[in-house]
């Protein structure tokens, strides 16, 4: 069975670091693209990050570039999201996905299968 499991979460002060982890199971990530969205209630859910399974390429949204940080152990079946400089707004549910078709996206509904998220709080 094909699940994606998120952790790290938590409550940081403002510029504060976390790392999210989202580990696979019933497959292996390194087949298919993956992305980290975040959803705050009443809004949009949006894309943050996401990562190419043929070349590893990265991608950010403009909101986090320079901040955050994907990226990919095989061994481990684990997509990581590393996050610095973290801001108020940064707070949200957190969600890794996975795109099957392996393209990498922003686009939510491109996505196939997604972990059950992470609450981040940012706040002092």
């Known amino acids: 069975q094909l699940q994606l499991v998120e952790s790290g979460g938590g409550l940081v002060q403002p510029g504060g670091s976390l790392r999210l982890s989202c580990a696979a199971s019933?497959?292996?990530?390194?087949?298919?693209?993956i992305g980290w969205f975040r959803q705050v209630p009443g809004k949009e859910r949006e894309g943050v990050s996401c990562?190419?399974?043929?070349?590893?390429?990265?991608y950010y949204a403009n909101s986090v570039k320079g901040r955050f940080t994907i990226s990919r152990d095989n061994a481990k079946n684990t997509v990581y999201l590393q996050m610095n400089s973290l801001r108020p707004e940064d707070t949200a549910v957190y969600y890794c996905?996975?795109?099957?078709?392996?393209?990498?996206?922003?686009?939510?509904?491109?996505?196939?299968?997604w972990g059950q998220g992470t609450q981040v709080t940012i706040s002092s």
């Open positions: 996905a996975v795109s099957i078709s392996g393209t990498p996206s922003f686009y939510g509904p491109a996505y196939d299968y």
């Open positions: 990562i190419n399974n043929s070349d590893g390429s990265t």
């Open positions: 019933g497959f292996s990530l390194v087949d298919y693209a």
